[in-house]
């Protein structure tokens, strides 16, 4: 049975950092792509970051150089720093084609 569980969100002052855990289980293989996505409320699902197994990444050009996505095998990371109220949001982790985990909340507190 495939699963994405995360951990490590909460409620944080702004300027503080948080990190993000994903471990993946259920798949027969090294995963090729793994990555964040964010829903902040009221708005819509956006792309975070993304990591190949070559250890290629990828950012959304607010996150880059305040985030930093790194993994081991198919456990992944998201290391926050410099967090921003406007950072609050629920953190899912995503693996093509269509697996999502249930999320994990980001609180940044002004």
């Known amino acids: 049975q495939v699963q994405l569980v995360e951990s490590g969100g909460g409620l944080v002052q702004a300027g503080g950092s948080l990190r993000l855990s994903c471990v993946a289980s259920?798949?027969?293989?090294?995963?090729?792509?793994m990555g964040w996505y964010r829903q902040a409320p009221g708005k819509q699902r956006e792309l975070v970051a993304t990591?190949?197994?070559?250890?290629n990444t990828n950012y959304a050009n607010s996150m880059e150089g305040r985030f930093t996505i790194s993994r081991v095998g198919n456990t992944q990371y998201l290391q926050t720093d410099s967090l921003k109220p406007e950072d609050t949001a629920v953190y899912y982790c995503?693996?093509?084609?269509?697996?999502w985990g249930q999320g994990t909340q980001v609180t940044v507190s002004s």
């Open positions: 990591i190949d197994g070559g250890g």
């Open positions: 259920g798949f027969t293989s090294r995963l090729r792509v």
């Open positions: 995503y693996v093509p084609p269509s697996f």
